[in-house]
């Protein structure tokens, strides 16, 4: 395996102090719209008897518990009160590997997903938001299943989208999906969302509630994904990129800064000798996310070890 000189980047993330803690998604708290109801009040001087009026529903939020209250008139004095459990209760962290085969020219991506132990709903979908388009193959195991192209998920036909009806992941579990693709790591979004308690109704189906696609209600982040480095100098990719590794663990602000600092000039093949040249002996490791960007920003950028 040949060595490139992007490697020293690598090494002038690395430091004494700790790395930062790895972030877990984002909660995604979707605005549930009450509604109304239209309901009759006695009115003894109609002939009818009533009148007719609307009574909006109201809609509480708990956050200790996570839960909405939903509370659905039936009449002026008369209610049902519905408890609404939304798909985020959990807290999920993702860390991708990234393996290039040189001999297939192929990007092996690896989804290492954690359910804190902490959650309170199990894990049972993961979509990454990217056109599916890129991948050639997958792994995936039972019973979670891939979505391919003649079957999008709800929300999004360009996902690329694991969940599964049963084997849900339960707080404190793990699971890794493998993605295969032609093309190198960049920034992505994705999604993720528990599996809550569906809405047990007397009443029938109230509008506003249901299940949702997880970038309406569950857990959002970002990752890293197959796509197109586009037309940034590699200075600014990089610069972008250590703000969102920042963000989500992946580096330190320490070690952010300290590599911000050596690249005043552009980031060419000129830098990275010097970098190497300055930095060749210190150790460490960053983490998974950090070197696959890198070495694929200097494949990209044509940077040899020589």
Known sequence: MRTMI???????????????????????????????????????????????????HEVTYDAKTGLYTYRYWQTDSTYVDLLYEPFNRLDVTVACTVVYDEENDEYTYTYHLVNSKDSVQPLWIFALDIDYSVAIRTETPEPWRYHSTNEPPPGSPKWAFWGSLGGHIPPGESISLTLVSKLGPVIATCYSKGYGQPVKSPIGPIDGLGVYPPNVEGLKGQTLAPGSLGDASPKAQFEAFLDMAETWGWVNKDKKDAALLHISKDLDQTAFIALKNELNLVQGKVEGEVEAFLEHLGKNQGFSDE
């Open 6 to 56: 992007f490697a020293t980047l690598m090494l002038l993330l690395v430091a004494d102090s700790g790395m930062a803690e790895r972030k877990p998604l984002d909660k995604i708290h979707r605005e549930i719209k009450p509604g109304a109801t239209v309901i009759e009040v006695p009115n003894p001087k109609r002939h009818d008897g009533y009148d007719l009026a609307e009574k909006k």
